[in-house]
Every structure is written in structure tokens, then in C-alpha cells.
């Protein structure tokens, strides 16, 4: 799974945004909101592909918007539970992500732990993503 990394203000986000008009808008999953309850409820909608402009990992795990497990085990194509409301569904659906995936993100702070997101867990999920280094 590509990760473009690039020094700020370097046009990292106009690569990627043709995948937009590949597959339609509707059919990507892009990048929840910080902090969101139900971060990924939408990729379990008929997305095809997941396109997160800016994404920073341990951010987002540190936030619990995307759990480390979950950002773990969804991106090496293993099954996992996304939560969804309750009100609809029973509260966790299944998935199995093995379609494409690309990050776009700032490489400075990139990858510093957090008080909930310790150096291993840091390890784990860069070890998840091919960094691709622009300059």
C-alpha cells in the first residue's frame, strides 16, 4: 500500500486525486473526519477504493479514530469489525479490505509516538504502508 511522503506545500495531494475521477467520488472512501465516532462506517458502502489525503497514522490512532488493531488488521487484508451505529445495524460489521489504498501525508512528525500510541505500535503501522519519499 503506497504512502507519499512529501515536504510540505510540494503538491503530494495532486498525484493521487485522479482516483477520484477513476472510480467516482461515491466509490472512494476518503479520509474521516478526526476524531470521528464512526470513522469507517462508510467502507462497508460499495467503495472501491480508499484515498486518505493527508493521513497521519499514529494521529488518527491516537485520536482512536482509526485503532491501531484496526488500521492493523484492515490494511494487510485480514478481517476485521468496523463499528457502525446501532441503530441500524448490530453495532460491528465484518469487513475484508483487498482493493487499493493510497496515503498522502507531510513526512515531518510523521511517525512520533504518543502517550497512546507507543514506538512499537509506531513500528507496526509504518510497517504496513510502502513510504514513498518525494522531494
Given at each position: 500500500?503506497p504512502?507519499?511522503?512529501?515536504?510540505?506545500?510540494?503538491?503530494?495531494?495532486?498525484?493521487?486525486?485522479?482516483?477520484?475521477?477513476?472510480?467516482?467520488?461515491?466509490?472512494?472512501?476518503?479520509?474521516?473526519?478526526?476524531?470521528?465516532?464512526?470513522?469507517?462506517?462508510?467502507?462497508?458502502?460499495?467503495?472501491?477504493?480508499?484515498?486518505w489525503?493527508?493521513?497521519r497514522?499514529?494521529?488518527?490512532a491516537?485520536?482512536?479514530?482509526?485503532?491501531?488493531?484496526?488500521?492493523?488488521?484492515?490494511?494487510?487484508?485480514?478481517?476485521?469489525?468496523?463499528?457502525?451505529?446501532?441503530?441500524?445495524?448490530d453495532?460491528?460489521?465484518?469487513?475484508?479490505?483487498?482493493?487499493?489504498?493510497?496515503?498522502?501525508?507531510?513526512?515531518?512528525?510523521?511517525?512520533?509516538?504518543?502517550?497512546k500510541?507507543?514506538?512499537?505500535?509506531?513500528?507496526?503501522?509504518?510497517?504496513?504502508?510502502?513510504?514513498?519519499?518525494?522531494?
Amino acid at each position: 500500500m503506497p504512502f507519499l511522503v512529501w515536504p510540505a506545500n510540494t503538491g503530494e495531494s495532486t498525484l493521487p486525486h485522479p482516483f477520484d475521477d477513476l472510480f467516482g467520488p461515491k466509490h472512494v472512501l476518503h479520509k474521516p473526519a478526526l476524531g470521528s465516532t464512526f470513522a469507517l462506517r462508510n467502507i462497508v458502502k460499495k467503495k472501491r477504493f480508499i484515498f486518505w489525503d493527508d493521513f497521519r497514522p499514529v494521529e488518527f490512532a491516537h485520536k482512536e479514530t482509526v485503532p491501531v488493531a484496526t488500521f492493523l488488521s484492515l490494511f494487510i487484508g485480514k478481517d476485521t469489525e468496523v463499528q457502525v451505529s446501532q441503530s441500524f445495524n448490530d453495532g460491528n460489521l465484518d469487513i475484508n479490505w483487498k482493493r487499493g489504498v493510497v496515503f498522502t501525508a507531510k513526512e515531518e512528525g510523521l511517525w512520533y509516538p504518543t502517550s497512546k500510541v507507543p514506538a512499537e505500535d509506531v513500528r507496526h503501522l509504518r510497517n504496513r504502508v510502502a513510504e514513498c519519499r518525494f522531494t
